[in-house]
């Protein structure tokens, strides 16, 4: 477990979890808070034994954006300085070669919105609620939304959840596609804990080419797009994953992959 202030780090085996850890102010971003979860993310980033990322939030809040209580205020204390790169956390939780889940367990808005939205996957509490927020406070926002947000539910509701900020529950977020599962408040540990565990039950061979080809095909027209990933694919069906994977379909058993 790496050492921060803010959050915490915990890495067992292919999974990491990052939990936002302010609970006495409902998990609210600071300066401190984006230049560690940055930091955090880019270790995570680096490691190739991890395969999973979840990031949550502790207590009963993810995080309710930015703590306002501390916008402003000047610090002497280099550790609550955060640069321009640090606000690249979404872009990171985006490319990274892990998969990247959102464990929304209460609040999320603004800043954290954000943040969510750069994940492959979101799951939420039923209580969970959401808010883009940011004309509230007379900004017009941080941390990559108006890139992602339309990616996930189309560009006229993205633009609707900007402009009119009103805070919506779990089941709508479902609805708009922002998140992928809504589990009941108590069982939620338990569900992302299953969720995780499909996951890294899967080829990790498999697994990382298809976050990697997800980021590849934003970036390039689909021609070359699949030229890529005939060629790639090839490679991943001709290698020892995909030959046991074969081999445990036939014989009716689950894939045992090293």
């Not at 680096?46 to 610090?75: M, Q």
């Not at 002497?76 to 892990?98: G, I, R």
Request: net charge negative; proline share 5%; with cysteine.
């Amino acid at each position: 477990m790496s050492e921060f202030g803010t959050i915490l780090l915990e890495v067992e085996g292919p999974l990491a979890r990052l939990v936002l850890n302010r609970p006495e102010a409902r998990n609210g971003m600071t300066s401190r808070m984006v230049r560690e979860t940055h930091e955090a993310v880019c270790q995570v980033a680096g490691n190739p034994d991890i395969r999973v990322l979840v990031l949550t939030g502790a207590g009963r809040s993810f995080c309710p954006g930015a703590d306002l209580n501390s916008v402003g205020k000047p610090s002497d204390d280099p550790l609550e300085y955060a640069d321009s790169v640090h606000f690249q956390v979404p872009a990171v939780l985006h490319t990274m070669p892990q998969l990247t889940i959102a464990a929304v367990n209460g609040p999320c808005a603004g800043a954290a919105f954000g943040w969510v939205c750069g994940c492959d996957i979101r799951v939420s509490t039923a209580s969970a609620m959401f808010n883009t927020a940011f004309l509230n406070v007379a900004v017009a926002g941080d941390m990559g939304v108006p890139w992602s947000l339309p990616r996930l539910v189309g560009g006229a509701k993205a633009r609707e959840l900007s402009f009119f900020t009103e805070k919506f529950d779990a089941e709508e977020a479902r609805r708009i596609g922002l998140v992928a599962r809504v589990y009941s408040d108590e069982t939620f540990a338990d569900e992302v804990d299953g969720l995780v565990e499909e996951f890294l039950e899967r080829s990790p061979t498999a697994l990382h080419f298809m976050k990697a080809h997800y980021v590849a095909a934003e970036n390039m027209p689909m021609d070359s797009y699949v030229a890529l990933e005939t060629e790639r694919h090839g490679d991943i069906a001709a290698g020892k994953h995909a030959r046991e994977a074969f081999s445990a379909f036939v014989e009716k058993r689950k894939p045992n992959f090293s």
